[in-house]
């Protein structure tokens, strides 16, 4: 069992910068490949990045590729998401995933084994 904690979101001007973090418990954090996602009012859950256990390999969907990264610190069981640049259809609740068994794939097709409860992020024009 993994509990996932987001925080960081709020408010942001567009052309500026958020970044969340994903605190999970126990102790088989790095067994994990990580994933964000976001969902906006009115549209469905989408994939946004992933990180694969040890942080060698990282996936982004083309809308945020060049604006966000996912580093990860498995001594402190956390993952984050760094976001730049931010245009105001960022705007959205951003969760937090895990995938056993390094599973990235399934990630990268918006599923996962445990999810966070999510934090919203706010990009005004």
């Known amino acids: 069992q993994v509990q996932l904690v987001e925080s960081g979101g709020g408010l942001v001007q567009a052309g500026g910068s958020l970044r969340l973090s994903c605190a999970a418990s126990g102790r088989t954090f790095s067994r994990y490949a990580m994933g964000w996602f976001r969902q906006a009012p009115g549209k469905e859950r989408e994939f946004v990045a992933a990180?694969?256990?040890?942080?060698?390999?990282?996936y982004y969907a083309d809308s945020v590729k060049g604006r966000f990264t996912i580093p990860r610190d498995n001594a402190k069981n956390t993952v984050y998401l760094q976001m730049n640049s931010l245009v105001p259809e960022d705007t959205a609740v951003y969760y937090c995933?895990?995938?056993?068994?390094?599973?990235?794939?399934?990630?990268?097709?918006?599923?996962?084994?445990?999810w966070g409860q999510g934090t919203q992020v706010t990009v005004s024009s």
């Open positions: 995933a895990a995938a056993w068994g390094d599973n990235v794939q399934d990630l990268t097709r918006n599923r996962a084994d445990y």
């Open positions: 990180i694969r256990w040890n942080g060698g390999t990282t």
